[in-house]
């Protein structure tokens, strides 16, 4: 695509980068992916300081595993996207979750973002000592699973939560 990109661990450098980032897709009014972007970034030192702890496993709540945060930057440093890597798999996340979960910023969608995302993080994952990397879609995010087969992706079972919502579960080996 001859863009470059890269994955960074958050930095406070970032703040303003970051926080229009998190306003954009605040205002858009959809659903936070990853999970991570749901946390308030008005202390924003505080913020960070929370992503590296979850990263090193200090202060995680019961049943939580570690997991890392990168943003997907480009030349300019403009944050395109949002990645979280899971060490490791819950029996939750093993349904429900996967090692990865990532978001593109509203404005930047559709342009091919989410499949070099993806496929960073699966380099990160990689390093992370992660040799069989495991993701989950909800059947309805066309986008999604598409990224997923274009990275790979071999279909497993799926997952039917209580209301009846199809997850789309798949598997990417990393070696």
């Not at 303003?16 to 306003?23: C, D, I, Q, V």
């Not at 990263?55 to 709540?61: A, S």
């Not at 595993?65 to 890597?85: A, F, H, Q």
């Not at 496929?119 to 699973?145: H, M, P, T, W, Y």
């Amino acid at each position: 695509m001859g863009r470059r990109l890269e994955l960074i661990k958050p930095s406070v450098d970032l703040e303003n980068e970051y926080l229009s980032f998190y306003k954009e897709w605040l205002d858009s009014g959809e659903e936070m992916y990853p999970w991570v972007i749901e946390k308030d970034p008005t202390n924003f030192n505080a913020m960070v300081q929370f992503l590296i702890d979850n990263e090193n496993g200090i202060n995680l709540p019961e049943g939580w595993v570690p997991d890392s945060t990168y943003w997907l930057i480009n030349e300019n440093r403009k944050i395109i996207g949002v990645v979280n890597i899971r060490h490791q798999l819950s029996e939750y996340l093993l349904y429900r979750g996967g090692h990865i979960g990532y978001g593109i910023r509203t404005s930047e969608r559709l342009q091919g973002y989410a499949t070099q995302l993806l496929a960073l993080s699966l380099q990160k994952a990689k390093e992370l000592g992660i040799s069989k990397v495991l993701l989950i879609c909800d059947e309805r995010n066309k986008g999604s699973f598409h990224t997923i087969i274009k990275n790979g992706g071999i279909p497993d079972s799926d997952f039917i939560e209580e209301d009846g919502t199809v997850l789309k579960r798949f598997w990417i080996v990393t070696n």
